[in-house]
């Protein structure tokens, strides 16, 4: 496998496998970017990598620039604090909302050549299911992000035995 190049390194440090934190704010980032995120997430078992846009995971205000392989799952969650946006950049998904059960509520398709934005409460559990090879987004969130502030579909068997 390939390895992440000097690029990514010399704009932030690699926290966790496949997450990067910014050193500082301020940092750009074009398509060589997203393209050592791809290697990092092929590196990564959970087929994802991340660029934290803040450089302190206690931020308030956290933007995270997101790749995930086609072979990505994301399982059902929702925020306990704030709310979640997505901005899609490259790629295609389902995001599934779900009831308290788990039953399907609605789904919408982010795609880069159609719905690229979308804003949800904390109240509301939610997955992607990735449809493309890559899909590349932005997501803005209030933080922390952490544990504590995530909730995960106990309904779910891709959660079950999965978190804390």
Known sequence: MEE???DLLRMANETAVGVFHARQWGVTFGSEIIQELKIAALNNPRSRARLCLHPNQNDVHQEMLIVMHSSAIEKPQRRTIGFDTKIVLEGNAKFIYYDEVGRERRSLLLSQDGLRYVHTNSSEFHSLQILSEWFVFLEVLKGPFTEGTTE??????????CCP
């Open 4 to 6: 992440v190049s000097s």
């Open 152 to 161: 995960f579909a106990s309904w779910s068997v891709a959660t079950i035995g």
